[in-house]
């Protein structure tokens, strides 16, 4: 593994990481900000998981981070969107970096396809969207997102598994998939919760696609990296981040830099199916979680619709599924 990861085509990696940890170390020790990264212990031993789930699955680092900012420890929403976007900006791209001079295969033109897409729709979602949404329906956005996520993967993780190469369309097709996607999730999802370009893309990939599991999972951690790095850009330079997203950034960064990369190698030897089927678990729990957790604003008719909601989004993916399977049926016939 050692002599692997010392080969040429990981030195490209290797010199990102070590550049960010001598940025960082000289940026903590001059600033004075080690005497207070101890008090944001809980975020950095989160991403620790998070950073793993960000390489190794189809959701960002922030599908952790979320949760555990907003549900465990009572922060506001544009707090763990910020920090989401953040923190997947660094984690993502260094698996990204890693995933490429891998050579993994990736879907190419469906990747440049949403990057096109999100060029449109993080600036529409981040001005026009976000302040139009109330903190808890985000909250609400993102349970039902993961949930329907995760049963997916209960339900097909088995038949997912089973697939090899990924279906070609022409590149027109492609691109115009891939700018739907990219659009529609950038201004509704991305922009208010941090996450979701990843996932609505290998949903898309694995459904209408049926790409290797391989492929898809890639295509779609490069994806959010992207569109991180976007999301901050625009945010940068207008509308700003939450004020106290700096620390939480800056106590989980050194972790996320090489744990995501790490979860991108480490997937091959434990296996994605497994960590598919956990994760997933941990998507339907948290469903629960935040309608426990705002109970009682949502009452038991607010947790009934929410429900119905994930119903819904279930059978529109089974829908896209079925659609998808009878048009290769009848190409074939």
């Known amino acids: 593994m050692l002599s692997r990861l010392l080969s040429s085509h990981y030195s490209v990696w290797i010199g990102f990481v070590l550049c960010f940890y001598v940025i960082w170390i000289?940026?903590?020790?001059y600033s004075g900000y080690y005497q207070e990264l101890g008090n944001y212990w809980q975020i950095s031993l989160t991403?620790?998981?998070?950073?793993?789930?960000?390489g190794?699955?189809?959701?960002?680092?922030?599908?952790?981070?979320?949760p555990v900012l907003v549900l465990g420890l009572d922060m506001p929403v544009s707090l763990g969107r910020d920090f989401s976007l953040l923190i997947q900006s660094l984690g993502m791209t260094s698996a990204s970096i890693f995933i490429l001079v891998s050579r993994q295969k990736i879907a190419v033109n469906v990747l440049i396809g949403v990057m096109l897409g999100v060029g449109l729709g993080i600036p529409l979602g981040l001005f026009w969207v976000e302040p139009n949404i109330s903190e808890l329906l985000v909250k609400l956005i993102f349970a039902v997102l993961c949930a329907s996520f995760g049963i997916l993967h209960m339900v097909r993780l088995d038949e997912f598994s089973t697939y090899s190469g990924i279906l070609k369309f022409s590149m027109r097709i492609e691109l115009i998939i891939g700018g739907l996607i990219?659009?529609?999730?950038?201004?509704?999802?991305?922009?208010?919760?941090?996450?979701?370009?990843d996932m609505v893309l290998y949903c898309i990939l694995v459904l209408v696609f049926k790409s290797d599991l391989r492929v898809a999972i890639?295509?779609?951690v490069i994806a959010m990296a992207l569109t991180s790095l976007y999301s901050v850009l625009i945010k940068s330079v207008t509308v700003g981040f939450h004020e106290d997203v700096f620390e939480n950034w800056l106590a989980a960064a050194p972790i996320v830099v090489v744990g995501a990369p790490l979860g991108?190698?480490?997937?091959?030897?434990l296996g994605r199916k497994k960590t598919l089927s956990f994760v997933s678990i941990l998507c339907v729990f948290q469903l629960f979680w935040t309608c426990s957790n705002e109970f009682s604003y949502l009452g038991f008719g607010g947790v009934l619709?929410?429900?119905?909601?994930?119903?819904?989004?279930?059978v529109f993916f089974e829908t896209i599924r079925l659609v998808s399977q009878g048009n290769r049926l009848q190409n074939a016939n």
């Open 56 to 66: 190794s699955t189809p959701m960002g680092g922030g599908a952790v981070g979320f």
């Open 305 to 314: 619709a929410t429900l119905c909601t994930v119903f819904i989004v279930a």
């Open 264 to 269: 991108a190698f480490l997937v091959n030897i």
């Open 218 to 220: 890639p295509t779609s």
């Open 26 to 29: 000289f940026y903590v020790l």
């Open 47 to 54: 991403m620790a998981f998070g950073s793993y789930v960000a």
């Open 182 to 197: 990219g659009f529609i999730a950038s201004s509704g999802i991305v922009s208010i919760t941090g996450v979701g370009v």
